[in-house]
């Protein structure tokens, strides 16, 4: 049988949002899960994270090239740029950095940082 890694459940996690799959999602975070979208919102546990998941400000679920992961032991971090639609603004293109700290297996806190790009 072949162990899940960190690798795989941060692939997983990025695969539920690609497709809003709230489950998907779910199954890769702690109880106690805090996600920090800095300069923007700050969620704990995993109602709270759950109800971002389709953040009622934007319709759809977002495009995500993840571009570089590096792994150093209970943390993972990886950039890319994704696309989405904004409700008030329409589609947008941004540069997003998360960094995943984990506990147990699972991911404990999502550390996430977006920039808009033109």
């Not at 996600?35 to 679920?61: L, Q, Y």
């Not at 329409?90 to 920039?115: E, H, K, M």
């Amino acid at each position: 049988m072949t162990q899940t890694t960190q690798r795989d459940l941060v692939a997983q996690y990025f695969a539920g949002f690609r497709t809003s799959d709230h489950r998907r999602i779910l199954m890769t975070l702690t109880d106690d899960v805090e996600w920090v979208i800095h300069g923007h919102r700050r969620t704990r546990g995993k109602a709270e994270f759950d109800d971002e998941i389709e953040n009622p400000a934007f319709t759809g679920s977002p495009e995500l090239d993840v571009q570089r992961v590096y792994e150093d032991g209970p943390v993972v971090v990886t950039t890319g740029e994704g696309r989405g639609v904004s409700v008030d603004n329409g589609p947008f293109r941004f540069a997003f950095n998360d960094l995943f700290t984990f506990r147990d297996g699972l991911i404990a806190r999502v550390d996430s940082y977006v920039v808009p790009l033109p």
